[in-house]
């Protein structure tokens, strides 16, 4: 049994979460709900963010565009914004569950639950966006590679709300790519591969990201698989040594992998998400 509240504002809402012990927030309830049947979670109260003003948008400034914590899923793969700033987040965003959970399910519902083959983590960890964060003192912003701190772990405090992210742009025609394996379509990815990739005017590679998700506990941004790629000219050898990088990569094991095949996975997936990003950079 838990109470029922419905805030209007971020401020009550945060108030509540200060007051009330063992309280939860609701987004798009389409994690919390099955971890509320299974009684994985039991929150004495539940705040219901649905009626919270200022939380659902996609707004847009010279450098970065900013994504509110209750936009859906589903706004979010219709966005033109996106598409021109972030085709890599509209790539990715259709792998989220089925048109169904994203009607529903929200931008911040999926970061805060923090599933680490969440597709929009990964997305985050690629792109270095930055969470912007409110509690009883205040705002603040964390950057992506300090707010995954581990499986279905925030740097969030639990009085704290996700108001917003953050995405900064890439050069315009930079590469990118989303590449993931799941049994289902629908299903989270075993293994996820996100890559971006600036290429200058002499064809090398001026700028590089590759994030990994679903491999380890939250995701991964995978630094010698970058540092590889930066100031090569673009060829399969150097592509695939970029991604044997990943073979390093401290995996997880469980029932519906064991590590050595997450560490294969992320291989390849990582070869094939540059390999993409860098046909479409070079045009
Ligand atoms: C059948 C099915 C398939 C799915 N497949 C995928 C998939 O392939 N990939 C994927 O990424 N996800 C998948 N999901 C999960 C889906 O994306 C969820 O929408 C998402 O994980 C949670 O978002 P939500 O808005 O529903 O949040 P909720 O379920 O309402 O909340 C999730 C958690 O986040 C907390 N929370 C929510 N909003 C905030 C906030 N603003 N600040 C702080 N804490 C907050 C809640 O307290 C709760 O702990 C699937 C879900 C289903 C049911």
Not at 66 to 71: D, L, R, V, W
Not at 87 to 114: D, F, K, M, Y
Not at 200 to 214: E, M, N, Y
Request: proline content about 5%; overall charge negative.
């Amino acid at each position: 049994m838990f109470s029922y509240h419905s805030p209007a504002t971020v401020a009550e809402t945060v108030g509540l979460l200060a007051s009330l012990e063992n309280s939860m927030l609701l987004a798009g309830g389409q994690s919390l709900m099955p971890m509320l049947n299974m009684r994985y979670a039991q929150p004495d109260h539940v705040i219901d963010l649905n009626h919270v003003d200022g939380l659902d948008h996609i707004s847009e400034d010279a450098d970065w565009f900013e994504i509110g914590a209750m936009t859906r899923q589903r706004d979010v793969e219709f966005s033109r914004e996106i598409k021109r700033r972030c085709p890599l987040l509209a790539e990715a965003i259709p792998l989220v569950g089925h048109r169904q959970t994203r009607n529903r399910g929200t931008v911040g519902g999926s970061l805060s639950h923090s599933d680490p083959a969440a597709e929009i983590s990964t997305v985050c960890a690629a792109t270095d966006a930055v969470f912007r964060i409110q509690g009883p003192n205040g705002e603040r912003d964390i950057p992506a590679a300090e707010f995954f701190l581990g499986f279905m772990t925030t740097a969030m405090e639990l009085d704290e709300i996700l108001l917003s992210i953050r995405i900064p742009d890439w050069e315009s025609g930079h590469g990118y790519a989303f590449q993931e394996f799941a049994r289902r379509h629908g299903d989270f990815a075993i293994v996820s591969a996100a890559a971006l990739l600036t290429v200058g005017a002499d064809g090398r590679i001026t700028k590089a990201s590759l994030a990994v998700g679903g491999a380890g506990p939250a995701p991964l941004r995978i630094a010698e698989t970058e540092a590889r790629l930066v100031g090569q000219p673009g060829s399969p050898e150097c592509f695939e040594a970029a991604a044997e990088a990943c073979r390093e990569i401290e995996a997880i094991g469980d029932v519906h992998a064991p590590a050595d095949y997450r560490r294969q996975l992320a291989v390849v997936l990582a070869r094939r998400a540059i390999e993409t990003a860098w046909s479409r950079a070079s045009g």
